[in-house]
């Protein structure tokens, strides 16, 4: 055939099978598809806060949300030195200060840093190996507990700047617990400029850190625009933590709640 082309009959059968497409023979069932994007589903990032600041000693806690992970893995790296923390469950870093915290519920992988120090401070990168890689960096500052000692474990005066700052305590004035619970205060300040350096927690006159008597307190700062959250938690509460609290943000207004705890004991009223 002139030009060197397939035969007419060749070039038939040739069209006759695309023409019939894959699935032509009798009983094939079509291929099975991953769903209704194309390919492999691809990991995204949750928003979630992104800058924290707790006092060295704390824990701080920074979150990682990531939805259709599928059989990737989550790797928690220090910006700094782009040291390998954590892979998966899997803690890859001497430093056993540093935890990745996850159950198979939940999408996420919370890097934990406990009894932090002032040089923990920086960025750490939650890092996806997908195709292509998908990293999230969350910022920490430790502030040196050695330089609130004796100059900021006081009651600061009020802020006479109306509108600049404000603070409450989410959830109303009083708290009634049975012992043996959990004490959960969560105080909010918002400002139009600067966040207060550090917020303080006292029970009484007495300041709540994490080396006091009592034991058994978590705190946690988190910063964001406007608004700086304060975190108190106090496991097992007696009688004897009943009282004020007062939650007091440096050089801002303090905002209070009384706290009733019950020790189960019937009471009869005649």
Sequence with gaps: MAGGGLPAQLALLLLLALA???HSVAGAEPEPTEGWWLGRPHP????????????SGQTAYLPCRVHMLGDRSVTWMRGRDLHILTVGLVTYSAD????????????????????????????????VNSDPK?????????TDKRYLDGQLYRMPATSNKEGEYGTHIVGGGAR??????????????????????AVLWYHGNRVLDYDSPRGGISLQVEKSGEQTTSRLLLSSV??????????????APTASVSVHVNNGKAVVCV
């Design 20 to 22: 019939e497409g894959p």
């Design 44 to 55: 995204y990032f949750a928003d979630s806060p992104t800058n924290f600041t707790v006092i």
């Design 96 to 127: 056993e200060r540093f935890q990745v915290l996850h159950t198979q519920e939940t999408d996420d992988w919370t890097l934990q840093v406990q009894y932090s120090q002032p040089r923990d401070s920086g960025t750490y990168k939650c890092q």
């Design 134 to 142: 998908i990293v999230r960096n969350v910022f920490l500052t430790v």
């Design 176 to 197: 009634f617990l049975q012992a043996g619970s959990s004490l959960s205060l969560e105080c909010i300040v918002t400002h139009t400029r600067a966040p207060p350096t």
């Design 238 to 251: 007696k009688e004897s933590d009943s009282g004020n609290y007062t939650c007091v943000p440096v050089n």
